[in-house]
């Protein structure tokens, strides 16, 4: 299981909250996506908060609001990564220091090369993610990768995110403009490097200058039309439609079994042949519109 999820809630005063939702896919073992799911939300929350600051010292008009906010989560995402890439390396040196002082005493000592070290480590893994943050009457959604974010609205799904795959024409183009190539193998999947399937993630430190960790973000209005958002990995949604995905919650709701989406959902994917790890989150918009 490489997948992950988050909440953070919090509560800014007696007409304010700020409240985060992530789901996270690994790939290449779990150290990456561990690490994500561990710092990315309180990242995010930190960086916000600290715009909320700035802003009641009034040193920007009010529309600063709002690129600020969006300014942060982007932060958030960059550092993320590069905690987590520096993390990785500083355990690749230590790891490789103690194996030396071990021989040195002439215990016995196993040949291990630095890339078959971080193989067996998970070292070279990843992670996408799909996250949201509620605040002020405004939501906004960012993503990494494969997983999605897809909105209710009125009964009709729209996908508030969009993949960041090597099959997207525009993601091949800022590959081999940066001097990477982009292949599509027999089974029609495109890859970055004949490697990866995506094209923006966090980690993946042999291949970040072309998988870069640059968030795509946008910020929606709540409002009373908005009923909820479903963030998944991209096992959920490589075998199910988003339409098909908000029908299913919706179907849950009205008949008041709030978790039966989720095995409907799970089952639905697994009988069209998913194999891959499925996280769900559905995130009711109705208590935070206007």
């Not at 997948?3 to 990456?32: C, E, M, N, P, T």
């Not at 993630?201 to 200058?209: E, I, P, S, V």
């Not at 990995?233 to 490589?238: C, I, Q, V, Y």
Request: charged share 25%; proline share 1%; aromatic share 6%.
């Amino acid at each position: 299981m490489e997948d992950a999820y988050g909440v953070i809630a919090q509560k800014l005063g007696a007409d304010s909250q700020l409240a985060f939702y992530g789901v996270y896919d690994g790939h290449g073992g779990r150290a990456a996506v561990d690490f994500v799911s561990d710092h990315l939300g309180k990242n995010v929350v930190a960086a916000v908060l600290a715009t909320k600051t700035e802003e009641a010292q009034g040193t920007e008009p009010s529309s600063w609001s709002t690129d600020a906010v969006t300014a942060a989560i982007r932060a958030a995402y960059l550092a993320t990564d590069s905690e987590l890439v520096k993390q990785f390396r500083v355990q690749i040196r230590l790891t490789l220091k103690v194996r030396v002082k071990v021989s040195e005493f002439g215990v016995k000592m196993e040949l291990v090369t630095r890339n078959n070290w971080e193989d067996k480590n998970g070292l070279r893994g990843g992670s996408c993610a799909a996250t949201a943050l509620v605040k002020d009457g405004d939501i906004y959604v960012a993503n990494l990768g494969d997983c999605r974010a897809v909105m209710c609205r009125g009964g009709v799904a729209t996908a508030v995110t969009s993949d960041h795959t090597a099959a997207r024409e525009d993601e091949r183009s800022r590959i081999e403009n940066s001097g990477g190539y982009v292949s599509c193998g027999s089974n029609g999947v495109w890859r970055v490097q004949d490697c990866l399937a995506v094209s923006r993630a966090f980690g993946d430190a042999d291949l970040k200058r072309w998988v870069i960790p640059e968030p795509e973000i946008r910020r929606l209005p709540l409002t009373a039309g908005c009923e909820f958002l479903v963030l998944a990995s991209d096992g959920l949604w490589n075998k199910v439609s988003n339409q098909e995905a908000v029908d299913a919650v919706s179907r849950s709701r009205a008949g008041r079994d709030s978790t039966g989406c989720f095995k409907e959902l799970v089952d639905m994917a697994r009988c069209r042949g998913s194999r891959d790890d499925i996280t769900v989150m559905v995130v009711d918009l109705k208590r935070f519109t206007i």
